[in-house]
């Protein structure tokens, strides 16, 4: 959707005491958004924390893992 949710994830980071982060994320282009917007929110943060991105086929499969 539109939306830049940045700030919102960053937030989310700062004050739960996240020790890890996974996106999954559809293998369709719209949902690259997705990773781009928590790469950021890491980033906005100065937290040092692992970011795993999963990338799912339309079928169900996993394609690939970062």
């Excluded at 943060?45 to 996993?62: F, H, K, N, Y």
Aim: aromatic share 4%; net charge negative; glycine share 10%.
């Amino acid at each position: 959707d539109e939306g830049d949710y940045r700030e919102k994830l960053t937030q989310i980071l700062l004050a739960n005491g996240i020790k890890s982060l996974t996106v999954a994320r559809m293998e369709v282009p719209c949902c690259g958004g997705l990773v781009f917007a928590a790469r950021k929110a890491l980033e906005a943060s100065g937290l040092q924390i692992p970011l795993r991105v999963v990338t799912i086929a339309i079928d169900g499969e996993i394609l690939q893992e970062e």
